[in-house]
T-cell receptor, first 111, second 112 residues
Framework: TQLLEQSPQFLSIQEGENLTVYCNSS?????LQWYRQEPGEGPVLLVT?????EVKKLKRLTFQFGDARKDSSLHITAAQPGDTGLYLC???????????FGKGTLLTVNP | DSGVTQTPKHLITATGQRVTLRCSPR?????VYWYQQSLDQGLQFLIQ???????AKGNILERFSAQQFPDLHSELNLSSLELGDSALYFC???????????FGSGTRLTVV
């Protein structure tokens, strides 16, 4: 069974601070995805990384896939209250039909 | 609107009852996935259909079943409901790239 561990589980910061959340596994994944979920809504796909060592940027968000394709990180620069939400990493996709999700990091950015 | 439609949004029912959750995938997507989300377990994969055929099964209980119809909409049937089945149930569709997953806004099931 492939498992994804996310840390920290909860994070509360002030507007303007930087933060990093982590997603780790003992298994190799063909790809890794990051989602953001807001209360009462489904997860929304932010990014997919498929190559070991890959780095992708989405405005103030930077995503990295580990060289061994077992871990990933999400770094947010100058966090804003609109970044508040549950951040989920998920491994799989492609020919591996299902996604395995971590339990998420609940981020609160205080104004 | 994500393009994936789930109905109903909320459902309250009694233990022992049966309910049906419905999902219409994004136009053009052939794959439908069902997930259950609870506070302690997170998002758990239940089952996947591709163009009407079951493709993969996860932690789906025998009391639960699903199907995908010729028009590609899918239904998740939950029977003999227990209090522990209370959760959010999400449907997602996947595009042909294999990586573009789109989730619906979910059905919140409360079993009382």
């Amino acid at each position: 069974t492939q498992l994804l561990e996310q840390s920290p589980q909860f994070l509360s910061i002030q507007e303007g601070e930087n933060l990093t959340v982590y997603c780790n596994s003992s298994s190799v994944f063909s790809s890794l995805q990051w989602y953001r979920q807001e209360p009462g809504e489904g997860p929304v796909l932010l990014v997919t990384v498929v190559t070991g060592g890959e780095v992708k940027k989405l405005k103030r968000l930077t995503f990295q896939f580990g060289d061994a394709r077992k871990d990933s990180s999400l770094h947010i620069t100058a966090a804003q209250p609109g970044d508040t939400g549950l951040y989920l990493c998920a491994g799989g996709g492609g020919s591996n039909y299902k996604l395995t999700f971590g339990k998420g990091t609940l981020l609160t950015v205080n104004p | 609107d994500s393009g994936v439609t789930q109905t109903p949004k909320h459902l309250i029912t009694a233990t022992g009852q049966r309910v049906t959750l419905r999902c219409s995938p994004r136009s053009g997507d052939l794959s439908v996935y069902w997930y259950q989300q609870s506070l302690d377990q997170g998002l758990q994969f239940l089952i996947q259909y591709y163009n009407g055929e079951e493709r993969a099964k996860g932690n789906i209980l025998e009391r639960f079943s699903a199907q995908q119809f010729p028009d590609l909409h899918s239904e998740l049937n939950l029977s003999s409901l227990e209090l522990g089945d209370s959760a959010l149930y999400f449907c997602a569709s996947r595009d042909r790239s294999g990586y573009g997953y789109t989730f619906g806004s979910g059905t919140r099931l409360t079993v009382v």
